[in-house]
């Protein structure tokens, strides 16, 4: 009879021998998946021959282990090996399968290498074509082949290249074992790493192909880099003092910093949105340094009449043809003529609101330069007046054609109001103002003959605006139409 605690010994040693065995043929062993393949399918992949692939040899994909090699077998053409893969790992069925070494003694492994991987995943009794497997080469011609290089070469220069290697790299037993532990332990990253690793390569060649279509300017910049470090090369006692010295110009520009507070800080916060504008306008800035050394030429070239002459003032290469009204001047678009102010007022009232400008289509053949011809810094190809029209997709609508120089020359079809109002921006509610009178046009005559010249240029004759010298003229008779009783 046993006693109740060799009976319990016996039962937690049964229960511990069942669970370590448990383990150790479902974890370790794998009884499931070797005698039922529970959790693998299986991939058969053709080769010419096995490359020194054995059974049991890792499957990896992308770095990792996701399964075995669980059989080698000769066939007519070369040999199939049927790879045991893990369930619930997707790997794609366009790839190539590669048979790789570990080490230079053998322990070979197959690499599966995606082409594609979007496409359909591999599934159980899917063929790898030999198309599509890659074997490495023999290790017994390779030795060969290094053995017939051996051999060509004389035994002296083996022995010297031989005993050059042993000097250059003599006692750095460390340093080589410290650079091969560390390239280990990069290659462990890497593997960790590989779908960030292979989506930079991926992602690499836009960044080569930009670097190979601007080699031209990289060459021109290596090439000023290079003129540069000669010039400091050239000036380094100057560069040296230059450091030695700059210490005391830092301090003394940080005191006029500190003098300058707090206008600095304003001015330079004021410079940021001068900058934005700039940034903005940078290729109307760009143009405008362009045109100015031609400006300047020509304006150098109509004061060349006196140079290097004693008479003084000769006068200028100018030509004074005035051109009047051609082309005529632009009236649409502005206040009308009885709202025109009188040039002798001093007073300063307020701008009307909205824009004041030519208003006419923008190929007109006058006033050319107009603010409706502004181009939009922000919209290459449109013009506008205004940047809130440059910025929106409102389009520049004219008045008229411009040639409405009687009458009121902002007559219109459009309805728009002037001045232009902003878009989205209400009439003012103030009642109209009263009709103006009919524009009144004033010409000079000859009283002896009665001929005037018209707005249109032509000369007429009106013969009783002249009087005999006989016929008496009151102020009255002055502010009488013509043949009134």
């Known amino acids: 009879m046993l006693s109740r605690r060799i009976l319990s010994q016996l039962a937690i040693f049964i229960v511990i021998s069942v669970i370590g065995g448990s383990i150790m043929a479902f974890r370790y062993m794998e009884l499931p998946n070797l005698m039922f393949g529970v959790g693998r399918y299986e991939v058969i992949m053709r080769l010419p021959d096995t490359g020194g692939l054995y059974k ?9 282990e996701v399964g075995r090699v669980h059989d080698v077998v000769l066939t007519r053409d070369g040999v199939d090996a049927v790879l045991a893969l893990k369930s619930g790992i997707d790997i794609p069925a366009d790839l190539d ?6 080490s230079a003694i053998g322990e070979q492994f197959v690499a599966l290498v995606p082409r594609n991987g979007d496409g359909p995943p591999l599934k159980h009794g899917d063929v790898i074509p030999i198309e599509r497997t890659v074997i490495p080469p023999d290790i017994s011609d390779l030795l060969d082949a290094t053995n017939t290089g051996l051999q060509a070469i004389p035994g002296d220069n083996l022995r010297t290249a031989v005993g050059e290697a042993f000097v250059a790299v003599g006692g750095l037993g460390p340093e080589i074992a410290r ?7 990069l290659a462990i990253e890497a593997g960790k790493n590989v779908e960030s690793l292979t989506t930079l390569i991926d992602g690499s060649k836009p960044l080569l192909d930009s670097q190979i279509d601007t080699r031209d300017a990289i060459q021109g910049w290596a090439a000023n880099l290079a ?8 000036q380094d006692a100057t560069v040296a003092e230059l450091i030695r010295t700059g210490s005391s ?21 004021n410079l940021v949105s001068v900058g934005d504008v700039a940034v903005t306008y940078q290729p109307n800035l760009e143009q405008l340094l362009v045109l100015l050394p031609p400006l300047t030429e020509i304006l150098q070239g109509a004061g060349l009449a006196n140079r290097n002459t004693k008479q003084g003032y000769r006068g200028a290469y100018l030509s004074f043809n005035l051109n009047v009204n051609l082309p005529p001047p632009c009236l649409t678009g502005y206040l009308p ?8 007022l001093e007073d300063f009232p307020e701008r009307p609101e909205g824009e004041l400008y030519c208003r006419i289509p923008q190929d007109a053949m006058f006033n050319v330069r107009g603010a409706r011809n502004l181009p939009c810094a ?44 902003p878009s989205g921006a209400l009439a003012s509610t103030a009642a109209p103002p009263p009709e103006p009178p009919a524009p009144m046009v004033a010409a000079e005559y000859n009283p002896s003959t009665g001929r005037y010249i018209g707005p249109d240029g032509q000369v007429y004759t009106q013969t009783n605006l002249s009087r005999p010298a006989n016929q008496e003229q009151t102020w009255q008779s002055m502010m009488m139409p013509p043949n009134a009783n």
């Not at 449109?382 to 929106?392: F, L």
């Open 56 to 64: 049991n040899g890792n499957v990896t994909y992308r770095g990792v």
């Open 97 to 102: 399968a590669q048979v790789h070494s570990q």
């Open 179 to 185: 650079m091969v532990k560390g390239s280990n332990s």
């Open 227 to 234: 003129a540069v470090t000669e010039q400091l090369h050239t």
């Open 249 to 269: 110009g830092v301090d003394q520009a940080r005191r006029l910093f500190d003098d300058l507070q707090p206008t600095l800080p304003i001015v330079l916060a």
């Open 337 to 344: 003529a009885q709202q025109v102010r009188a040039a002798s």
């Open 378 to 421: 922000t919209r290459p190809g449109k013009r506008a007046p205004t940047v809130k029209m440059c910025e929106s997709d409102e389009e520049y609508v004219p008045l008229n054609e411009g040639w409405n120089w009687k009458g009121d020359p902002n007559a219109t079809i459009t309805g728009q109001d002037i001045p232009q109002l």
